[in-house]
């Protein structure tokens, strides 16, 4: 579903990602983890063209494009890549003007050009997914954190991506609602939704990720299954990073 071979991307004269290789399969769930700085949103960002890379190339679905940096990536190809994904912020960025049922139906309705009354259908149902239905008729600013991300996790749903990219979704979450959010994703990877999630929550990682990136320094350090690189790391950045977590 997504192939990424020798990433590169740079901020001005700065290397921030560099010789990044991995695949995701159809159904998986991969948790990148690491310290903070080490590139981990670029590299998301870098999947749904929200940054462009320098070099290599990426594939999502159907979709492959290739970086050398000298020119810069046509819309349309950049449109064509975004199709595949859907991205889940960590500041949920939801419309502040218009009530939940209108946020996650706009997209659909000005991309696709399709109608209002069957997307509210399809849109109510999806908020029954996320727990949501009851507040479809609310402003962001009247709910709480958790229920704001929950819908911003049905906006990018509506869209039928083959792919969710989640960058840090529960950091900037009170405490107490960390754990609805992370349940609304535990049920839509047991559905079989591929997802790739920046994350700093390693007992979800533990249990939901088929593959864990850690990433330091702009590498991809060490990668394999939770229970390798969480319990048994191989390498000593891997070892250090996660003796700071306890
Ligand atoms: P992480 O998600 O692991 O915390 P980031 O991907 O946010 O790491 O950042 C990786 C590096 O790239 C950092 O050194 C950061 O300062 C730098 N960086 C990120 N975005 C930009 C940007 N827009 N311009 C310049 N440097 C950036």
């Known amino acids: 579903m997504i192939e990424v071979t020798n990433l590169k991307k740079e901020f001005d004269e700065t290397t921030v990602l560099e ?3 991995f695949k995701v399969e159809k159904g ?3 948790c990148l983890v690491g ?8 590299l998301l960002r870098c999947l749904n063209l929200l940054e462009t890379p320098n070099g290599g190339t990426v594939t999502i679905g159907e979709k492959t494009l290739r970086f050398d940096g000298s020119s810069s990536v046509k819309k349309r190809d950049v449109n064509a890549m975004r199709q595949y994904s859907g991205m889940v912020f960590q500041g949920f960025h939801l419309f502040p003007h218009r009530t939940v049922i209108d946020n996650i139906i706009e997209a659909p309705m000005t991309v696709q050009g399709r109608s209002r009354a069957e997307l509210i259908r399809e849109g109510e149902e999806l908020l029954g997914k996320v727990g949501m239905l009851e507040h479809k008729d609310k402003y962001p600013d009247a709910l709480s954190g ?3 991300q929950r819908a911003a996790i049905a906006r990018a749903l509506m869209m ?6 989640f960058d840090e979704p529960t ?3 009170d405490p107490q609602t960390v754990g609805e959010v992370l349940r609304v994703m535990e049920s839509l990877a047991a559905e079989g939704l591929t997802m790739v999630v920046v994350t700093h929550e390693m007992n979800f990682a533990r249990r939901v990720a088929d593959k864990v990136l850690f990433m330091d320094g702009g590498y991809i ?3 394999g299954a939770p229970a390798d690189v969480l319990e ?3 390498e000593a950045r891997t070892r250090e990073f996660l003796q700071l977590l306890e």
Do not use: H, R
């Not at 310290?35 to 670029?42: D, I, L, M, Q, V």
């Not at 039928?160 to 990219?165: I, S």
């Open 19 to 21: 010789s990044i290789d």
């Open 28 to 30: 998986e769930v991969v």
């Open 35 to 42: 310290p903070s700085g080490s590139g981990k949103t670029t």
């Open 146 to 148: 958790g229920q704001q």
């Open 160 to 165: 039928k991506p083959e792919v969710m990219l």
């Open 171 to 173: 950091s900037a979450l």
């Open 221 to 223: 350090v060490e990668s």
């Open 232 to 234: 048994n790391p191989k």
